[in-house]
């Protein structure tokens, strides 16, 4: 089984990439999941953060973190995988490490559209607070954008993200898709 991985910027089509990928029943994608959050969870437990990580070296960790990518897709009867989260672009030296001819499909937009996105997604549902903002109601659209844009937020973290997928020396395994293509 082999497996590439789907990131890039919000509200830019990995969704529908998903979906189109799935028409072919050789691939199995999907939206967003757990795997990249393991991933970081787990090298953060490996890390010296843990007294115990002088017991573990690194090709240790390398076999953990393969185990569990391969484990959450074992049940899964396909010979490609596509696993999504906006977090791999910022984990390219682990990916290349790991699988080194995998791919890392970046979903890429204007970054206007995908703010539009987002803010329409907000004003269609004015009586449900989103999560986006921690269900705080209120604010306007300006520090929304401010705080979605911001190097924490979800538009700021994904974009330098992939600005250090796309600068960084593993750039050789990634491809930018652009949303008006698909």
Known sequence: QRIHFVSGLPR???????ALLRQNPRFH???????????????????????FSVFIDDAQRQRVLRGV??????????????????????????????????KVIACVRHM?????????????NAFQPSSIFNYTPG????????????GEGMVGYAYNALKEAFFGEDSANLMLLQYETL
């Not at 089509?13 to 998903?18: H, M, N, R, V």
């Not at 967003?32 to 843990?50: D, F, I, K, Q, Y």
């Not at 206007?112 to 803010?119: A, F, N």
């Open 29 to 51: 994608a999907g939206m967003s999941g757990p795997v990249a959050g393991l991933v970081g969870s787990l090298l953060g437990e490996m890390s010296g953060r843990n007294e």
């Open 112 to 124: 206007p559209w995908i703010i539009d996105s987002l803010e329409r997604l907000i004003r269609a």
């Open 69 to 102: 990518i391969e484990n959450c897709y074992a049940d899964t009867p396909t010979e490609v995988v596509f696993d999504t989260s906006r977090a791999w672009c910022a984990r390219m030296a682990v990916l290349k490490t790991l699988y080194p001819e995998a």
């Open 12 to 18: 830019a089509g990995s969704t529908l990439l998903a």
């Open 139 to 150: 604010g306007t659209v300006y520090s929304r954008a401010e705080g979605v844009a911001s």
